[in-house]
């Protein structure tokens, strides 16, 4: 065995021999960013050795870290191994931060009509000539509220039936999930909760709610506690190829979805235990990894699910701390890489149900397009990959403390002014200042429709300069940073954005063949999740990452996808509608579209193919700037 300190947190750990530091600093509670899951690629798990043995440098820590580097003892956590005691010091940029955590959703009317319901009933009391089973008087005094023919009650339920039928005098309180008893009780038992919960890939919220009134009564969040083990769905389907990985990531997630839910509890002041009911929605990984289904087909061709119909589980099947015979609904997944999340996203906002053309994106590693109405829709996940929201960029970072969220460069002089989440000193740039920065680039003539920075531009403050992989921008110098170093925009990230965003606006492009439209056509545009809520609409039409429509056309909606499990806790016809959506809905695999190449190489420019075909301002935007002078 070997003692390992991480410092500057001083948390110690004693782990055996050969281990990663970066399993090593999981165990240990040190939360390292390494958004490629430990494969060596990203390079942003970057320690120091200060005292002990490591194993011999890898080739990928000689890829990433100079000579100067590695001398100075800087080692990839997810490549150096434990060979004895040593210290690690973990450096501020290498730490995973606290996320800004998205609750909010748009919220649209339903009407409140539970699956879980609460009766009192009245027991007419067994005689010697009348003496048939509790069970059975108990179906009779139900069959007088409900339309069922018999009901189904758990062996535990069935054990505590006679002493509280008797101890409350015949008179007592029926909780039931459809004709499923869940609890008998006081008949005087006041309330009926359930949580709604979206497990998202970076972040996870449960909403408690009380089943009568349909208001929220406690929220609880925290970030995804698989991140450590890669920040983008393929590197956890990789790591859970292995039997025990993928019991480890489940067991991570579900004792995770607990704490939220006894966290929005907690909150509301009522026992977990009292929860009848919860509904889950996530994208397809998250789904399957939660139930323990083996995920290794979703990564290959042709991306089949385990299982696309809506579950109803028992909770101690999960398990989920909540009644232990209560109900846990996953809403249905559509496809290997459109989850119950953008079902979710489809439910809340009505698309399939409303006359209006919509189009609705949810950006994220898998960004995943919806379009149509209550006519039909079409589908598809375009892998836009984890660029937009930082992990392949040299400084991007998720939208924690210290993340530029806003940026603005002043056309001709290039001064830049930003934003950052809680005001403090940058630490690098998150997914709305990545959108940001690559607009403004284009607009102050920093780059051409290529996304090649140029090298002619008058630059009183010398941010365009050459670096180590061609020219880069200066966002801002190190004596301003909270990392002492320059933040830069570099070509291979205008390069990693412009990959992203073509498959987001080529995806958009083939669903809109398929419905035989064009951008003019479309009534609303709806933009879910954190990315949507945050980013500048107008910025991410003019870097082309969704079809150009008139700024008053496109909303966010915030989570969507928790507002869509909300719905289907506390309203049955939301339940039922979740078929309807699967039945109208059709999912376009666009690996093997025919058009795919061609749409995503013609969506490479800033912007995209159809230029400004609604905005004044945008036609402004892109009229040319002449460069000033030869540097």
Same mark, same amino acid.
């Given at each position: 065995m070997a003692k390992v300190t991480f410092e500057p947190s001083g948390k110690k750990i004693n782990v055996s021999s050969g281990i990663s530091v970066l399993e090593a600093a999981n165990n240990?509670?040190?939360?390292?960013?390494?958004?490629?899951?430990?494969?060596?690629?990203?390079?942003?798990?970057?320690?120091?050795l200060n005292q002990g043995t490591l194993g011999e440098v890898t080739a990928s820590e000689r890829k990433v870290f100079s000579a &100067?580097?590695?001398?100075?003892?800087?080692?990839?956590?997810?490549?150096?191994?434990?060979? =004895?005691?040593?210290?690690?010091?973990?450096?501020?940029?290498?730490?995973?931060?606290?996320?800004?955590?998205?609750?909010? *959703?748009?919220?649209?009317?339903?009407?409140?009509?539970?699956?879980?319901?609460?009766?009192?009933v009245t027991l007419p009391k067994p005689t010697l000539e009348d003496n048939a089973c509790d069970?059975?008087?108990?179906?009779?005094?139900?069959?007088?509220?409900?339309?069922?023919?018999?009901?189904?009650?758990?062996?535990?339920?069935?054990?505590?039936?006679?002493?509280?039928?008797?101890?409350?005098?015949?008179?007592?309180?029926?909780?039931m999930y459809r004709n499923r008893v869940l609890a008998v009780g006081d008949p005087s038992l006041d309330g009926v909760y359930g949580a709604a919960v979206d497990i998202g890939t970076t972040t996870m919220v449960a909403y408690v709610m009380d089943l009568v009134s349909g208001k929220i009564i406690g929220v609880g969040s925290m970030m995804n506690p698989q991140i450590p083990y890669g920040d983008d769905l393929m590197a956890r389907i990789s790591y859970s190829f292995k039997e025990e990985n993928l019991e480890k990531l489940s067991k991570l997630v579900v004792d995770g979805v607990n704490k939220i839910i006894n966290e929005g509890c907690e909150k509301a002041g009522i026992e977990m235990s009292s929860l009848s009911e919860v509904t889950i929605v996530g994208n397809t990984a998250m789904h399957h990894i939660f139930l323990r289904l083996y995920p290794k087909y979703l990564s290959l061709a042709p991306y089949c699910p385990a299982v696309q119909q809506p579950l109803d589980l028992r909770a101690s099947d999960v398990p989920i701390n909540i009644n232990p015979v209560g109900n846990v609904h996953m809403l249905p997944v559509v496809a290997g890489f459109v989850g119950s999340d953008h079902l979710g996203v489809i439910l809340s906002c009505d698309i399939h149900k409303s006359s209006e053309m919509t189009l609705a994106i949810d950006v994220g590693t898998n960004?995943?397009?919806v379009l149509g109405n209550k006519d039909g829709m079409v589908c598809c996940s375009a892998a836009a990959g984890p660029a937009l929201e930082g992990s392949t960029i040299k400084y991007g970072m998720?939208?924690?403390?210290?993340?530029?969220?806003?940026?603005?460069?002043?056309?001709?002089?290039?001064?830049?002014?930003?934003?950052?989440?809680?005001?403090?000193?940058?630490?690098?740039?998150? &997914?709305?200042?990545?959108?940001?920065?690559?607009?403004?680039?284009?607009?102050?003539?920093?780059?051409?429709?290529?996304?090649?920075?140029?090298?002619?531009?008058?630059?009183?403050?010398?941010?365009?300069?050459? =670096?180590?992989? *061609?020219?880069?921008?200066?966002?801002?110098?190190?004596?301003?940073?909270?990392?002492?170093?320059?933040?830069?925009?570099?070509?291979?990230?205008?390069?990693?954005?412009?990959?992203?965003?073509?498959?987001?606006?080529?995806?958009?492009?083939?669903?809109?063949?398929?419905? &035989?439209?064009?951008?003019?056509?479309?009534?609303?545009?709806?933009?879910?999740?954190?990315?949507?809520?945050?980013?500048?609409?107008?910025?991410?039409?003019?870097?082309?990452?969704?079809?150009?429509?008139?700024?008053?056309?496109?909303?966010?909606?915030?989570?969507a996808a928790g507002t869509g499990a909300r719905m289907s806790l506390i309203s049955g016809v939301k339940r039922e509608e979740e078929r309807e959506i699967l039945e109208k809905l059709r999912y376009i695999e666009l690996a093997t579209h025919d058009t795919f190449q061609d749409e995503f190489v013609s969506a490479m420019n800033l912007p995209h193919k159809d230029i400004s075909l609604f905005s004044e301002t945008m036609k402004k935007v892109y009229a040319p700037i002449p460069v000033k002078n030869n540097r």
């Open positions: 240990a509670g040190v939360g390292i960013d390494a958004p490629c899951g430990g494969k060596g690629t990203c390079g942003k798990c970057k320690v120091y &100067g580097d590695i001398e100075k003892g800087a080692r990839l956590a997810c490549r150096a191994t434990i060979q =004895g005691d040593c210290i690690i010091d973990v450096p501020k940029e290498s730490l995973l931060g606290e996320q800004k955590i998205l609750v909010d *959703g748009a919220e649209y009317p339903v009407e409140i009509d539970p699956l879980v319901k609460v009766f009192s069970w059975h008087r108990l179906q009779d005094a139900l069959a007088e509220q409900t339309d069922y023919d018999s009901i189904d009650m758990d062996i535990s339920t069935l054990r505590t039936l006679p002493k509280i039928i008797r101890d409350h005098k015949y008179t007592i309180s029926v909780t960004g995943e397009i998720r939208a924690a403390d210290g993340a530029i969220e806003n940026v603005n460069i002043s056309r001709g002089s290039l001064n830049v002014k930003y934003k950052t989440i809680g005001g403090s000193k940058p630490l690098g740039i998150c &997914g709305s200042g990545i959108i940001d920065v690559v607009a403004e680039m284009l607009k102050s003539a920093v780059i051409d429709v290529t996304g090649k920075i140029r090298e002619r531009l008058e630059d009183e403050n010398d941010r365009v300069r050459e =670096g180590d992989h *061609g020219y880069e921008f200066v966002l801002e110098w190190a004596r301003k940073t909270k990392i002492k170093k320059d933040i830069v925009i570099t070509s291979n990230d205008l390069r990693e954005i412009q990959l992203a965003k073509s498959a987001m606006y080529a995806g958009a492009s083939i669903l809109m063949s398929h419905k &035989g439209i064009t951008a003019k056509d479309i009534d609303r545009v709806l933009i879910a999740g954190a990315f949507g809520n945050y980013i500048d609409v107008e910025n991410a039409m003019t870097i082309g990452l969704f079809p150009e429509v008139p700024l008053d056309k496109v909303k966010s909606v915030g989570n």
